[in-house]
Structure formats: structure tokens, C-alpha cells
């Protein structure tokens, strides 16, 4: 979703060695960081993040990609990326999946063709959930503060989200930038804690200062404008039915209430009128 992209962009731009320490381990020393030009040469798209990295004199590129949710077709992915900023770059490239939530089952691409390996790659994936939320919440970088509600606790929720957010109050002393990093971290807990949780701890107010905050208060309300739209839309088809056929059972109705693209909902009102009866009408649905 936008406004997770938005955020982590925030984050990275703003604490690229936190994220480089994140994903080379606690004790690793980077010596130095520069974001790169993200567009890949052939094809529209961004990285999450592309750093330039020297560690111990060694010098290569750092990807790191983000993801909500697991993706099947990461491997194959994260193999296109790679070589794309290779080819570009002339470095050697460190590719790096974050999962917020869930866990990635592949970390390597491969096939072979006849008695040739083509490919045999091979990638990094961290995976929030397995981390420490206490080594991270106590001790931990503040740029990945937003990222420690996703991590294993002992403690309630509530309490994480209190102590993260009394972590930013007083480590982060520029108003505007504490402010996105508020917001980021009630966005990204908001993938494993209920929303009426998160509103309850943290005061939407402090968020409000980010200026990020309209661009995503614009996307929420676009969303459930489109939302609105969509019940409508049902509600219509619903009476449509009520209106030609009687009592529509229950199991029905659940099946048209779990419509959510406008088109479907056009093609199932014609079924709707073409039909004579409600037996004929669910048919064509099975269709």
C-alpha cells in the first residue's frame, strides 16, 4: 500500500546507516553510506533502498526491499533487480527482503537448462517477527523504532507502543521529523495491532505535524470514498434482487457483499435482470 512505501522512503532517506546496521547486525560498523539512484535501467519501477556501503575497506551496494506480505515471486524478483543495478552500477550488490510480517520460504532462484545451471542466486531475508522486540526497544537504533511493534515481545502491545513512542519523544529532537516517525510507527504497528489499539496509545495529534500526513490522509479518505462507492453499489444490487426474486438467502448475500470491483458488480446486476428466476440467477454466478 502508498502509504507504507511513503513511510519507509521517509525512513531510509532519513536513517540509511540505521537500516544498513539493521540489516548487517547490531555490533557491524558501517563505514559508510550514500543512497544511489534507485530507477532500475530497463524498467519502470524503484528499490525501497540502494545504498553504497565501504565496510572494512570493502566497498558494494546495499538492496533492501520491504515487504507487507510475503511475495511467491520475490526470488525471481529480487534476481531481476540485482543484476539490473550490477550491470548499472559495476558493483557487487547485496540483495536484502524484509518481511514486516510473515515469513519468505525461498532465498534463492535458480533453474538449468539441458547440462547447464543458468542461474544459481542466492539472496538475505530478515523477517521481522523473529526479531528481539526487547534488544530492539531498549537498545536499538531509533531509526527502526516504527518497525520494533512487528518484532517477538513478553510485553503487551500497549506497553510497546507507549515505549516506542517515549523513545522518539526523547531521541529525536526536530519536531517535523519526530512527527513522521510517529506516524510511521502507528502505520507500521497497524500491520499486527488492531487500528482502536494504536489510536487509544498513541495521540494522532503528534502525528498531524508530519507533511506527510495530508498526502495520507488524502489516500485514506480517496480509499474509502471508493469503499463507499463499492456498498452503495451492492446495496442496489441487493434490492434489485429483493425487488425481482423475493428474500435473498443468506449465503447469497454474503457472496454479493464479498464483491469489491465495480465492473464484477455491473456484469452480476445484468445477470440479475437476464434472469428469470433466483435458481437460474445463482447458476450464472457459479459460471
Known amino acids: 500500500m502508498a502509504e507504507y512505501d511513503h513511510l519507509i522512503k521517509a525512513i531510509t532517506q532519513r536513517y540509511t546507516q540505521h537500516i544498513a546496521a539493521l540489516v548487517r547486525g547490531m555490533e557491524v560498523t558501517v563505514e559508510h553510506v550514500v543512497e544511489q539512484d534507485k530507477e532500475a535501467v530497463s524498467v519502470q519501477r524503484m528499490s525501497d533502498a540502494l545504498f553504497k556501503v565501504t565496510e572494512d575497506g570493502y566497498e558494494y551496494l546495499m538492496l533492501v526491499e520491504f515487504q507487507t506480505r510475503p511475495d511467491m515471486r520475490m526470488p525471481l524478483r529480487m534476481m531481476e533487480y540485482t543484476s539490473m543495478h550490477h550491470r548499472r552500477h559495476k558493483k557487487p550488490v547485496y540483495p536484502v527482503v524484509v518481511n514486516l510480517t510473515g515469513r519468505g520460504k525461498e532465498e534463492r532462484y535458480s533453474f538449468d537448462c539441458l547440462d547447464l545451471t543458468v542461474i544459481d542466486f542466492n539472496y538475505r531475508q530478515i523477517n521481522i ?4 522486540g526487547t534488544e530492539y526497544l531498549y537498545r536499538g537504533l531509533i531509526g527502526l523504532i516504527p518497525f520494533v511493534p512487528l518484532m517477538r515481545h513478553n510485553e503487551q502491545p500497549e506497553k510497546v507502543l507507549e515505549k516506542c513512542a517515549q523513545r522518539l519523544e526523547s531521541e529525536v529532537p526536530d519536531n ?10 502507528g502505520v507500521m504497528a497497524s500491520l499486527k495491532i488492531p487500528k482502536n489499539l494504536i489510536l487509544k496509545v498513541l495521540e494522532a495529534s503528534k502525528m498531524e505535524n508530519s507533511p506527510l500526513f ?3 490522509r488524502e489516500e485514506w479518505e480517496a480509499r474509502g470514498e471508493i469503499r463507499g462507492e463499492i456498498k ?3 446495496d442496489l444490487l441487493i434490492n434489485l434482487i429483493e ?3 423475493g428474500v435473498v438467502p443468506d449465503n447469497l448475500r454474503k457472496q454479493l457483499n464479498a464483491l469489491k470491483e465495480p465492473e464484477t458488480i455491473k456484469e452480476v446486476v445484468r445477470k440479475a435482470i437476464s434472469s428469470d428466476t433466483i435458481e437460474e440467477f445463482t447458476a450464472t454466478l457459479k459460471q
Open 176 to 185: 517535523e521529523e519526530r512527527a513522521t516517525m510517529y506516524l510511521a510507527l
Open 243 to 245: 425487488t425481482k426474486f
Open 232 to 234: 452503495g453499489r451492492l
Open 214 to 216: 495530508d498526502g495520507l
Open 129 to 132: 517477527r523473529e526479531l528481539s
